[in-house]
């Protein structure tokens, strides 16, 4: 049942702020600023103890756990990255005791990460799951983990799920982050923070004949930019993979540091470059980005926080804080890829050559 909306993947988009209202919930503990995630069977001497925090997962959950990484980085401060499960798995990687692994997936069912998961656990590792599908096949085989509650998603392409994905994430690094050296007062900033995205997703959400003229105006493009840096870098590579998936428009993703190290060469008025400027510590390096795409007649979109002078287009998003700014950065373009998709006939809810979960090698 679509519910009045035209395809599973706008429903789903629509339904981001109640799905994040719902991984939220019951979960924050306001007098002592932390959350409480009940199925991570992580006692606070076994949190303390975690040296490296590795995430695996496919595609957009690759992604939202890019940004997981992040957030646990700068919440907990624990070294932690993510790897795409599929490469993982085949280059004999060192299993480290000391590594807390978090294999992230929507369905629970994607074979190369439930078979990273299978090898991690034959070598003893311990292996946390951020699933979506109660228990599915990634979920039981995991020593623990959460579930990022947001409902049954049906289209092919991952919207609700990729978002509340990086939300329990949060919640985890905020976990361990009060665990270990987190304050009060940043606990109880990030809870606050959290507290205002499901309003903010709505605020985005009214934006949406904005953003329709914008996929007109770029609907055109055989090939786009995203860039990002840092925190947005992932939320670049997510809307990129978005695009491809269902407008079949080539896409790629650079972290904006990166652009003078060759893409740079590819700027034109024919490549589009879509920016993602949060108001952060990074703003000038990414100002100074769309300055070098503009001296080269490079058409930019950018999602920022305040209009943007270089600019041809800004999507004005609301302001969280920083560790959070991503989730929300990464709304609009989700209706962008979408709108674009629309615009050019696509079958949005079931793009060709993919299936939604892939549960072969
Ligand atoms: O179910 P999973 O999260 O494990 O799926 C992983 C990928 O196959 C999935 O995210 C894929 O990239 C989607 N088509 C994204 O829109």
Redesign the pocket.
């Known amino acids: 049942d679509m519910g009045g909306h035209d395809t599973y993947m706008h429903k789903e988009i629509c339904e981001q702020p109640d799905a994040v209202d719902r991984v939220l919930r019951g979960r924050i503990d306001d007098r002592f600023s932390t959350v409480h995630l009940g199925g991570l069977n992580l006692d606070a001497r076994e949190a303390r103890s975690i040296r490296r925090v590795k995430i695996l997962?496919?595609?957009?959950?690759?992604?939202a756990g890019l940004i997981g990484a992040g957030l646990i980085e700068s919440l907990a401060r624990i070294p932690a990255d993510a790897e795409p499960a599929s490469e993982f798995r085949y280059r004999n990687p060192v299993v480290d005791p000391d590594t807390l692994y978090v294999a992230?997936?929507?369905?629970?069912?994607?074979y190369d990460?439930l078979a990273a998961v299978q090898e991690l656990k034959r070598k003893g590792a311990r292996v946390l799951g951020v699933v979506?599908?109660v228990g599915s096949a990634?979920a039981r085989e995991a020593d623990g983990g959460t579930y990022v509650h947001a409902g049954p998603e049906v289209c092919?392409?991952?919207?609700k799920?990729?978002t509340n994905?990086v939300v329990a994430f949060a919640l985890l690094a905020l976990h361990l982050g009060r665990i270990r050296d987190l304050s009060v007062s940043d606990g109880k900033r990030i809870i606050e923070g959290l507290r205002r995205l499901p309003a903010q997703i709505s605020e985005i959400l009214t934006m949406e004949d904005e953003i329709k003229k914008l996929a007109k105006e770029y609907a055109d493009a055989k090939s786009m930019m995203f860039i990002g840096r840092v925190r947005g870098y992932p939320v670049a590579l997510e809307a990129s993979?978005?695009l491809k998936?269902i407008s079949y428009i080539h896409a790629e993703a650079y972290p904006a540091s990166e652009l003078k190290h060759g893409p740079l060469a590819l700027i034109e008025p024919a490549l589009p470059t879509v920016a993602i400027v949060p108001d952060d510590d990074l703003l000038e390096k990414n100002r100074a980005a769309l300055e070098e795409i503009k001296a080269r007649s490079g058409r930019i979109l950018a999602v920022a926080h305040q209009e943007q002078e270089k600019a041809d287009h800004t999507i004005v998003v609301p302001k969280n804080e920083d560790e959070l700014d991503a989730i929300l950065m990464g709304i609009p373009l989700q209706l962008l890829a979408y709108h674009t998709a629309l615009e050019l006939g696509r079958d949005i809810d079931k793009?060709r050559n993919?299936a939604?979960?892939?549960t072969v090698e």
Request: hydrophobic content about 30%; glycine content about 10%.
């Open positions: 997962g496919c595609g957009t959950s690759y992604h992230v997936s929507q369905s629970g069912e994607t990460v979506n599908v990634i092919v392409v991952s919207t799920c990729f994905t993979l978005k998936e793009p993919l939604k979960s892939v």
